[in-house]
């Protein structure tokens, strides 16, 4: 837990001054009485009041500003929240941060503290919080609107729904243990398959699309032999000279990184060095990365012979450089010059349509990897518990698929991965 959860936090929690307003944010015990103090009196819970605020040490004025209270519980983070709207200049600012953490038990909050205490009050799940993250950081209309399913508590509904089933289904398996003496102990069918529908269910749902390559761009990795024309086809794609280009064989030696929107789809281009048996100490090192890029690539664009072709799941074979005369026929190649800009506009169509089979289509989930694994991991416990007879071994497998529940949700076993997720939030969250 971060230091201090009983302090009252403040934050500035609207963007850097000078703006026309800034937000200024408290929550905790304090937040009240601190309102009290620089607004004169308390003012009514959620309605916006315009308020004179003062330093209560000298009666200085320090802005006219809006007052909103939200009383705990019933408050973003659960706490007492008091939100000043007040003139966005930076020492009219700082001024009203002054005031308020100069007061014991008050201090300036941790970057996503808010939301962390939000968390710990139950106001959200972790898969909310890490929704929120993605909302905060979305550059564009995608990643938005599939941050705010889940920000919104798309999974947690679904998540709450089979906690409740488990636990029944958990308190049909002791009632069988409870009989074991009496019947023959087994269990009914009913409940078998009952537990194999609810892992059909949520293995459904372990298969949705995964957040990264939504989040951090998919990444597209050109790879094929030296001198094939890699790095010029990626300056053709981003139009601009991003890669060096060279006659020379094994000009790229390390991997290059490019981030590019294409139809408003977030790619990573990545442009690796040529793929030979090489000598040399620098290329050699910069050809294994090449081949670990290839076998991390979403989607694999090939610029080497057909009869070498790596084995890929989403893979894109180029006959680069068409614009020289050649005799063999390019069969299933794509024909891309660089030069002229052949067949380019049909790269970026096919990497378009390859990337919407990788991205959650309009208001779907879509998970991260921690949240698929354990999604996985609850849909086999109560597939293996659908198969089993003997009632205390259902119960345990029952147990195993309640925990990695709990766990996607931040009930259980959690704390090394909030510090990971609130470090992405920023300050004022
Ligand atoms: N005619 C023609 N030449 C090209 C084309 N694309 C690249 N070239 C030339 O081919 C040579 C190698 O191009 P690069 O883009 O550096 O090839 P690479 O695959 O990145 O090479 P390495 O980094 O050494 O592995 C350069 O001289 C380019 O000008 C093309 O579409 N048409
Ligand atoms: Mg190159």
Same mark, same amino acid.
């Given at each position: 837990?971060?230091?201090?959860?009983?302090?009252?936090?403040?934050?500035?929690?609207?963007?850097?001054?000078?703006?026309?307003?800034?937000?200024?944010?408290?929550?905790?015990?304090?937040?009240?009485?601190?309102?009290?103090?620089? +607004?004169?009196?308390?003012?009514?819970?959620?309605?916006?009041?315009?308020?004179?605020?003062?330093?209560?040490?000298?009666?200085?004025?320090?802005?006219?500003?809006?007052?909103?209270?939200?009383?705990?519980?019933?408050?973003?983070?659960?706490?007492?929240?008091?939100?000043?709207?007040?003139?966005?200049?930076?020492?009219?600012?700082?001024?009203?941060? +002054?005031?308020? #953490?100069?007061?014991?038990?008050?201090?300036?909050?941790?970057?996503?503290?808010?939301?962390?205490?939000?968390?710990?009050?139950?106001?959200?799940?972790?898969?909310?919080?890490?929704?929120?993250?993605?909302?905060?950081?979305?550059?564009?209309?995608?990643?938005?609107?599939?941050?705010?399913?889940?920000?919104?508590?798309?999974?947690?509904?679904?998540?709450?729904?089979?906690?409740?089933?488990?636990?029944?289904?958990?308190?049909?398996?002791?009632? +069988?243990?409870?009989?074991?003496?009496?019947?023959?102990?087994?269990?009914?069918?009913?409940?078998?398959?009952?537990?194999?529908?609810?892992?059909?269910?949520?293995?459904?749902?372990?298969?949705?699309?995964?957040?990264?390559?939504?989040?951090?761009?998919?990444?597209?990795?050109?790879?094929?032999?030296?001198?094939?024309?890699?790095?010029?086809?990626?300056?053709?794609?981003?139009?601009?000279?991003?890669?060096?280009?060279?006659?020379?064989?094994?000009?790229?030696?390390?991997?290059?990184?490019?981030? #590019?929107?294409?139809?408003?789809?977030?790619?990573?281009?990545?442009?690796?060095?040529?793929?030979?048996?090489?000598?040399?100490?620098?290329? +050699?090192?910069?050809?294994?990365?090449?081949?670990?890029?290839?076998?991390?690539?979403?989607?694999?664009?090939?610029?080497?012979?057909?009869?070498?072709?790596?084995?890929?799941?989403?893979?894109?074979?180029?006959?680069?450089?068409?614009?020289?005369?050649?005799?063999?026929?390019?069969?299933?190649?794509?024909?891309?010059?660089?030069?002229?800009?052949?067949?380019?506009?049909?790269?970026?169509?096919?990497?378009?349509?390859?990337?919407?089979?990788?991205?959650?289509?309009?208001?779907?989930?879509?998970?991260?990897?921690?949240?698929?694994?354990?999604?996985?991991?609850?849909?086999?416990?109560?597939?293996?518990?659908?198969?089993?007879?003997?009632?205390?071994?259902?119960?345990?497998?029952?147990?195993?698929?309640?925990?990695?529940?709990?766990?996607?949700?931040?009930?259980?076993?959690?704390?090394?991965?909030?510090?990971?997720?609130?470090?992405?939030?920023?300050?004022?969250?």
């Amino acid at each position: 837990m971060a230091l201090g959860a009983g302090d009252t936090i403040v934050a500035l929690s609207s963007g850097r001054p000078p703006a026309a307003i800034a937000v200024v944010r408290t929550s905790g015990p304090r937040a009240s009485a601190l309102a009290q103090q620089v +607004a004169g009196s308390l003012p009514p819970a959620r309605q916006a009041t315009l308020r004179r605020l003062i330093d209560p040490t000298d009666g200085n004025i320090i802005d006219d500003a809006l007052v909103i209270r939200f009383a705990g519980p019933h408050s973003a983070t659960g706490e007492d929240v008091v939100e000043y709207q007040c003139h966005g200049g930076r020492a009219t600012v700082d001024a009203l941060i +002054a005031v308020l #953490v100069r007061e014991s038990g008050v201090r300036l909050a941790e970057p996503g503290e808010f939301t962390r205490r939000a968390l710990a009050n139950g106001r959200l799940d972790l898969t909310e919080a890490e929704g929120l993250a993605d909302l905060l950081a979305a550059e564009t209309d995608l990643q938005r609107r599939s941050a705010m399913v889940r920000a919104g508590g798309g999974l947690r509904v679904r998540l709450d729904r089979w906690r409740e089933q488990l636990l029944s289904l958990s308190a049909r398996a002791e009632v +069988a243990i409870d009989y074991a003496d009496e019947e023959d102990g087994s269990l009914d069918n009913d409940l078998s398959g009952a537990l194999g529908d609810l892992s059909t269910e949520i293995r459904m749902l372990a298969e949705s699309p995964r957040v990264e390559p939504l989040r951090d761009g998919i990444r597209v990795v050109l790879a094929g032999p030296p001198n094939a024309g890699k790095s010029s086809l990626l300056n053709a794609l981003v139009q601009a000279e991003r890669a060096i280009v060279t006659p020379i064989a094994g000009t790229t030696r390390d991997v290059i990184e490019v981030p #590019v929107s294409i139809s408003g789809i977030p790619f990573v281009l990545v442009d690796t060095a040529g793929l030979h048996e090489s000598d040399d100490e620098v290329e +050699a090192i910069g050809i294994a990365r090449a081949r670990q890029e290839t076998s991390s690539a979403d989607i694999l664009l090939w610029l080497g012979a057909a009869e070498a072709t790596p084995v890929h799941e989403r893979l894109i074979v180029l006959l680069p450089k068409s614009d020289i005369p050649r005799d063999e026929a390019s069969n299933h190649a794509l024909p891309v010059s660089s030069h002229t800009g052949q067949g380019i506009p049909e790269l970026s169509t096919k990497l378009v349509g390859l990337a919407l089979k990788l991205l959650p289509r309009k208001d779907e989930i879509a998970l991260v990897r921690r949240e698929r694994d354990l999604l996985a991991e609850a849909s086999d416990a109560l597939a293996r518990a659908a198969s089993l007879t003997d009632p205390v071994l259902v119960a345990e497998e029952l147990r195993v698929a309640r925990t990695a529940i709990d766990r996607i949700a931040g009930r259980a076993g959690v704390e090394d991965l909030l510090d990971t997720l609130f470090g992405r939030f920023c300050l004022g969250k």
